[in-house]
DNA sequence: CCACATCATGGGAACGTTACCGCGAATGCT
DNA sequence: AGCATTCGCGGTAACGTTCCCATGATGTGG
C-alpha cells in the first residue's frame, strides 16, 4: 500500500471541479431531480475524476438510515447458521446493504452485548435468534427486528421466520413409513424446549393420522450434541427390542452421535439401526453410511428474515409468522425393509 | 415491538436533563478530563434515565474512525472461513469494533463491489482473502488491508496472516513416518497455485533431510473438493503398488473424497489406505473412520488478522508476514505400520 | 409586453458528536 | 494581598451529506 493518507474526496471537492455548488452536485450524483444533462455529465465526471465515493456515515447521519443490518446469532461457525448468514448477507448486499454480524454462543449476556453495538451502530434493523427472555430494552426505542428460529416464537410481538417442523417431521416421518419403519424411536433434545416441543406433537399428530398410539414409541432425551446423540441410542440400544431399530434424531449432531454408538456395540447402519436426522449440516454427507436427513433451508431462513425486516422498517405493520419448507435429503443411512413386513397399519405406506 | 419510533436521545436531551452543556455532557461521558465528580454523576444518571446511547455514525463522521472493520473472505459457509470470521469478530469485538462480513465466493468482481461497499461505509480497516491481481483501487486512498490465506504473498506491500504451510507439512509427514509410511503419495491442488507450490517444496525439504529422493513420491492433481479427491485417488488406486498406500492430501476435502474412492473400489481405510488431511474441518470428525489432519488455525488467523489491521490502521508500519502454527488432530485414518516392517530410510523414525 | 409558471442552481441549515478556545472562579505561590 | 496557574464549564465550529427554500433565468400564455 503505497502513498498513504491522501485525505478522501467529499462532495465538496467535486462541486468544486465541476464549477458548481455541492447542492448541484449532490442533485446530479443522486440521480434524478432538476438537473442539465450538461451538468450532470461534469460533475459525474469530476467524481470518477477525484475518485469520489459517498461516505454512508454522513448519509446516515443526515437521513437517519444507515444501510447497515445487524445479525446476532448463536455461532457462525455452527453450518446451519454459516448458512443463514450466507443468505443474510446475500439479500442485504442486493439491496445495498451491509450486514453486521455478532456471535452469541447462547450466552443471554453477550447477545445484551452484541444489540447494545447495534443500537449504537444504528443499524437499521437486527435479526436475531432470542436467547434472552427478555427484550424491553430492544423494544425502547423500536429497534426494527426480526427473530429467527423456533426459539422466537415466545414473543408474540414480533415477526419471525423459521424452518417448518411440522412440515419436516410429516416428512420424515413419511419417509420412514415408505421405508417400512412403522414406529420409529426418537432422540430429542432437552425438554422445555420449544423446538422440541413442536416436533413432538407433530410426531403426535402424524401417528394418530396412521392410527397407531403414540405412546408406544420410545423417546430417549439429550443435548442437542454428538455426544448427547451417543448417550441416548447407547440407552435405546440397551433396551430390549425385536429386529430393526429405526432412530429419527431431532438434530443432525444428535444422528451422527447416534450412528458412533451403534458402531461402538457393533452393531451396523442401516443394516441393523436405521437413523434419520434433522438439520442438513454438511458433516452427515461424509459419515459413512451417509446420514439421511430432514434439510432446514438455512439459506433462504437468512433471505427471508432480511425481507421480513425491510417490511418491518418500512413500517408495514403486517407483523408475520413465516415458516419455511424443509427438504429430505436421502442417502445411506436408512434400510429399507418395505418389502419384508407386511404392512401392518392401516395407510402407512402413502408418501 | 409496541411503541414504536420513540426520537433518539441524543446528548443534548442529556445535558438539558442533568442541567449542563452538552460539551460539559460530552466530556462526562467520555469518562475522563476536567469535570467534579457530582457534575459526572449527574450526566451520567441524566444518561441512563433517558435511556441515551453514543451514535457511533455521528462519533465515526467526526473523529474519522467508524468503528468498524470489513472481512471479505470466499465463504462464509466454508467451515474453515467460519472459524477465520469467529476469530476475527471475537478480536474486534474485543476492541470495541464491529465487523462487516462479505462472501466474494472467489469472484474478483464480487469482491472489488464489496471492498467498494466497505470504502464507502468508512470501515477503518479491511481484512481479505484476495482473490483479484489488482488492487490498485484499494490503494488509493489508504484503506488499511490485511490479506489473509496463502494467495495473499502475491502482493509485497500488504501485510498478511497465514497458516505456516512448511510447518503443517512437516509436522503431517514426521506423522506420516512415525506410523511407518516413508513415501506417501500426494493428492495436490491444481497447478498455478500459490498454496501447492508450497506444499510441495515443504514436501521436498522434509524428503532431502531423510535422504528420500522426492521424486519417488506419486503425485496426482484435482480440485480443492470432495469430487477432486475422489478422481485423484481413483487414479492413484489405478496404478500399480505393493502393499499399503499411505496419502498425504493438501485438503480435508479432498482427502474425504479419496475415503469415498477407497470404498468405491472395495479397500478399506485404514487397513489398506492410510489417508492424512490438510485443514481441520469438522466433517473430518464424522467420517468414518475419522480423518486424521493436520488443522490450520483458523480462529487464530482471524485474530492476528484483526491484530495486524489494528497495527496498520495505527500507521505501525512494521508490515509483517505472519505464519500461524498448524496441529496435528490425530483420529483413525492411518494405519500404524510402524512396527511391521524395519525401517529401512536413515533418520526416518524421529519425531 | 407583462404576469406567471417552470426550471436549474446556489445558499444555508440540520443530523449528533467532539475538539478547541475562552471565560470566570478558585486555588496556589511568593 | 496580588498575581499566576489551574480547573470546570459553556459556546462554537466542523465532520459530509441532503433537504428545503430562495433566486434568477427562461419559457409560456394572454
Redesign the interface.
Known amino acids: ?8 474526496p467529499t462532495i465538496i471537492d467535486v462541486a468544486e471541479r465541476a464549477g458548481v455548488s455541492k447542492s448541484t452536485a449532490a442533485r446530479a450524483l443522486a440521480g434524478s431531480s432538476n438537473i442539465t444533462d450538461e451538468t450532470r455529465e461534469r460533475v459525474v465526471a469530476a467524481a470518477t475524476a477525484v ?1 469520489y ?6 448519509v ?2 443526515r437521513s437517519g438510515r ?3 443490518l445487524g445479525l446476532v446469532i448463536p ?3 455452527n ?1 446451519f447458521w ?2 443463514v ?2 443468505g443474510a ?2 439479500r442485504a ?1 442486493r439491496a445495498g446493504a ?6 452469541s454462543d447462547w450466552d443471554p449476556e453477550a447477545e445484551a452485548t ?1 444489540l ?7 443499524v437499521d434493523g437486527a435479526i436475531v435468534n432470542p436467547v434472552s427472555d427478555n427484550f424491553d430494552d ?5 429497534l ?2 426480526v427473530f429467527i428460529g423456533s426459539s422466537a416464537e415466545r414473543f408474540p ?2 415477526s419471525s421466520v423459521g424452518s417448518d417442523i411440522a412440515q419436516a417431521v410429516r416428512l420424515g416421518l413419511d419417509h420412514l413409513v415408505a421405508k417400512g419403519h412403522m414406529a420409529p424411536a426418537l432422540i430429542l433434545g432437552p425438554k422445555s424446549r420449544l423446538a422440541r416441543a413442536r416436533f413432538l406433537r407433530a410426531v403426535h399428530e402424524h401417528c394418530i393420522e396412521r392410527d397407531v398410539d403414540p405412546a408406544i414409541l420410545a423417546i430417549e432425551d439429550g443435548e442437542y450434541t ?1 455426544e448427547g446423540g451417543r448417550l441416548a441410542m447407547r440407552r435405546l440400544l440397551d433396551q430390549p427390542r425385536v429386529g430393526h431399530l429405526a432412530v429419527f434424531a431431532a438434530n443432525d449432531m444428535m444422528a ?1 452421535g447416534a ?1 458412533m454408538a451403534v ?1 461402538d456395540v457393533g452393531l451396523d447402519c442401516p443394516r441393523d439401526v436405521s437413523i434419520l436426522g434433522f438439520d442438513g449440516i ?7 453410511p451417509g446420514l439421511t436427513t430432514v434439510a432446514k433451508p438455512g439459506r433462504d431462513i437468512g433471505e427471508r428474515a432480511v425481507e421480513s425486516l425491510f417490511d418491518e422498517i418500512q ?1 408495514k405493520p403486517e407483523h408475520r409468522r413465516i415458516y419455511m419448507p424443509c427438504r429430505l435429503m436421502e442417502r445411506g443411512s436408512l434400510a429399507d425393509l418395505s418389502a419384508e413386513s407386511p404392512k401392518r397399519v392401516a395407510g402407512a405406506g402413502r408418501v
Chains 1, 2 share one sequence.
Open positions: 500500500m503505497g502513498q498513504s493518507r491522501t485525505r478522501r475518485g465515493e459517498r461516505n454512508h456515515l454522513a446516515g447521519m444507515s444501510g447497515m455461532d457462525i461457525t453450518p454459516a448458512d448468514a450466507r448477507q446475500d448486499a451491509s450486514l453486521l454480524v455478532f456471535s452484541h447494545k453495538t447495534l443500537r449504537r451502530a444504528r430492544l423494544d425502547r426505542f423500536g426494527p427486528c410481538d414480533v454428538v451422527l450412528m458402531r454438511p458433516s452427515g454427507e461424509f459419515a459413512w413500517h
